[in-house]
């Protein structure tokens, strides 16, 4: 009902507000991370607005999953205008996804696995479509980098934590140096078995 405002509120109010963090460097960081990206089959969970155009290539092949339809109406209308002829947007839910087995060279989820009720379930679906050398790229708050009184909704995993529960589905877990606020960047790729 409100995801024609999602932009709007994440821009004034959640970034600067919540996070403590400028959404222009965030973009500047996921960019440096993702344009090298090219030719790829990419999956985005929880694709929200379709924010992916600051930072993927137009030359992947894209896949984006969430639960709102009225926010893949608003990905779709930017996936079309910025270039990006082979993309797909699904209305399922991150944990349990469509497709098949191993099928993603790259795999990103920005800002939202924090709201996902089984983060476990999450980690296992992802390396269920994800390819053997596939990468993940992921981003959310730390409760240990929050500096400000705001209240960050969803559940706050510490770095520890969240390491542990990669590595506990075979990830190597990597935190990224980049820093912007209460934000995390980090990469896992899936081990071998």
């Given at each position: 009902m409100f995801s024609f405002l999602y932009d709007r509120i994440m821009e004034r109010s959640v970034f600067p507000k919540k996070f403590n963090a400028s959404?222009?460097?965030?973009?500047?960081?996921?960019?440096?991370?993702?344009?090298?990206?090219?030719?790829?089959?990419?999956i985005e969970f929880a694709t929200g607005s379709g924010d992916a155009i600051r930072f993927l290539n137009p030359d992947n092949t894209y896949a984006?999953?969430?639960?709102?339809?009225?926010?893949?109406?608003?990905?779709?209308?930017?996936?079309?205008?910025?270039?990006?002829?082979?993309f797909e947007l699904y209305a399922a839910d991150a944990c349990t996804t469509p497709f098949q087995d191993h099928l993603f060279d790259a795999a990103i989820c920005n800002l939202s696995m924090n709201f996902f009720p089984d983060p476990d379930q999450f980690i296992a679906e992802l390396r269920r479509v994800l390819k053997t050398n596939g990468q993940f790229y992921g981003s959310l708050p730390l409760p240990e980098r929050k500096t400000s009184k705001a209240t960050i909704h969803g559940t706050l995993y510490p770095l520890d934590a969240l390491k542990k529960r990669f590595e506990d589905h075979r990830f190597h877990f990597d935190a990224l140096p980049d820093e912007n606020g209460a934000l995390l960047y980090f990469k896992a790729t899936p081990k071998d078995k």
């Open positions: 959404m222009a460097v965030h973009y500047t960081i996921l960019g440096k991370l993702l344009k090298p990206v090219t030719g790829q089959t990419i984006g999953v969430d639960i709102s339809p009225g926010l893949l109406r608003l990905a779709r209308k930017k996936f079309e205008r910025h270039g990006f002829n082979r």
